[in-house]
């Protein structure tokens, strides 16, 4: 199954595994509504999974700050479920996991003890070959809120970047909030520069990325210096490489950052990216 073209065949919805086209929620389903909801994806390397706990203690985390009640324990044999029904034990793949609020009357404030809706599936993704893809990034202006920690499904203003990034034949964006790049649209960003690896320190102001944590690691395990600063725009010119990261994404290099109208940085080196790329491999597939 190509997942940019195709549906999972079957899903986990609310108890039952069901064909992809019989799996139904409400149209009062909070998540179809408000985008009231929670979402989470975990790679899977040969059917193995990477940092399944971290990503379950993420979901964990988002739930409680919107106080969506559920509790993700159970979901670790549902994910492993998942995978092998999909028939994917042996190759690359990864679990969606989506959480909304549940179904209830509309209204803003949350409903007493809604059920929330669990969906989850497992879709096949190509995890090999990121080394040798280079992206073309663009500048875009951070117009999300101030709760970028909370990994939510209204994704619309990354989806609004990503859409105007795509639509220009850009790969990413690199999202900029008070002249500071935060992260990009669906991926960590790191910056190279006099040999220290810069990347905006978590907050609100960026997704708590899983692989961010890991690829911050391995560079205080290399003895490569990590500041955890956010980089200003005017600096890109004392940058020598960009590197995004995420869990499909993995570690990839930006050959190039541009604005709507001229380019603003180009790679001088990628020294430092491809030695972190090589680790992680090291890591994902032991
Ligand atoms: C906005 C944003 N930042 C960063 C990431 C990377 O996070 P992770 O490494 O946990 O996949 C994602 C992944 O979806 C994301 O959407």
Same mark, same amino acid.
């Given at each position: 199954?190509?997942?940019?073209?195709? /549906?999972?065949?079957? #899903?986990? %919805?609310?108890?039952?595994?069901?064909?992809?086209?019989?799996?139904? @929620? +409400?149209?009062?389903? $909070?998540?179809?509504?408000?985008?009231?909801?929670?979402?989470?994806?975990?790679?899977?390397?040969?059917?193995?999974?990477?940092?399944?706990?971290?990503?379950?203690?993420?979901?964990?985390?988002?739930?409680?700050?919107?106080?969506?009640?559920?509790?993700?324990?159970?979901?670790?044999?549902?994910?492993?479920?998942?995978?092998?029904?999909?028939?994917?034990?042996?190759?690359?793949?990864?679990?969606?996991?989506?959480?909304?609020?549940?179904?209830?009357?509309?209204?803003?404030?949350?409903?007493?003890?809604?059920?929330?809706?669990?969906?989850? /599936?497992?879709?096949? #993704?190509? %995890?090999?070959?990121?080394?040798?893809?280079?992206?073309?990034?663009? @500048? +875009?202006?951070?117009? $999300?809120?101030?709760?970028?920690?909370?990994?939510?499904?209204?994704?619309?203003?990354?989806?609004?970047?990503?859409?105007?990034?795509?639509?220009?034949?850009?790969?990413?964006?690199?999202?900029?909030?008070?002249?500071?790049?935060?992260?990009?649209?669906?991926?960590?960003?790191?910056?190279?520069?006099?040999?220290?690896?810069?990347?905006?320190?978590?907050?609100?102001?960026?997704?708590?990325?899983?692989?961010?944590?890991?690829?911050?690691?391995?560079?205080?395990?290399?003895?490569?210096?990590?500041?955890?600063?956010?980089?200003?725009?005017?600096?890109?010119?004392? #940058?020598?490489?960009?590197?995004?990261?995420?869990?499909?994404?993995?570690?990839?290099?930006?050959?190039?950052?541009?604005?709507?109208?001229?380019?603003?940085?180009?790679?001088?080196?990628?020294?430092?990216?491809?030695?972190?790329?090589?680790?992680?491999?090291?890591?994902?597939?032991?």
């Amino acid at each position: 199954m190509n997942p940019k073209k195709n /549906y999972p065949e079957e #899903v986990y %919805l609310n108890g039952k595994w069901l064909k992809h086209d019989q799996a139904f @929620v +409400s149209v009062f389903d $909070r998540g179809f509504m408000f985008g009231d909801g929670i979402y989470e994806v975990t790679p899977f390397y040969n059917g193995i999974p990477f940092k399944l706990k971290e990503h379950l203690e993420r979901l964990q985390y988002c739930l409680k700050e919107v106080q969506i009640e559920f509790d993700v324990a159970p979901l670790e044999k549902l994910m492993l479920e998942a995978v092998s029904r999909a028939g994917l034990s042996k190759s690359d793949a990864a679990v969606y996991i989506q959480i909304s609020r549940g179904t209830a009357p509309r209204t803003h404030f949350y409903p007493e003890n809604p059920t929330p809706t669990i969906l989850l /599936y497992s879709f096949p #993704v190509n %995890l090999e070959n990121f080394k040798n893809r280079q992206w073309k990034v663009l @500048v +875009s202006k951070d117009k $999300r809120w101030q709760r970028c920690d909370i990994k939510t499904t209204a994704l619309m203003a990354n989806i609004m970047a990503n859409e105007e990034a795509v639509s220009l034949e850009f790969e990413e964006n690199l999202l900029v909030r008070k002249g500071y790049f935060t992260e990009a649209s669906h991926s960590s960003a790191f910056f190279v520069k006099y040999k220290t690896i810069y990347t905006h320190p978590e907050g609100p102001h960026i997704l708590s990325g899983v692989t961010r944590k890991q690829i911050i690691l391995l560079c205080q395990n290399l003895g490569i210096k990590v500041k955890e600063k956010a980089v200003h725009l005017d600096e890109l010119v004392e #940058v020598d490489e960009i590197f995004l990261t995420g869990t499909t994404t993995q570690v990839v290099k930006v050959a190039s950052v541009h604005s709507r109208e001229k380019e603003l940085f180009r790679a001088k080196k990628n020294h430092i990216t491809t030695l972190l790329q090589n680790e992680f491999i090291k890591l994902t597939r032991p």
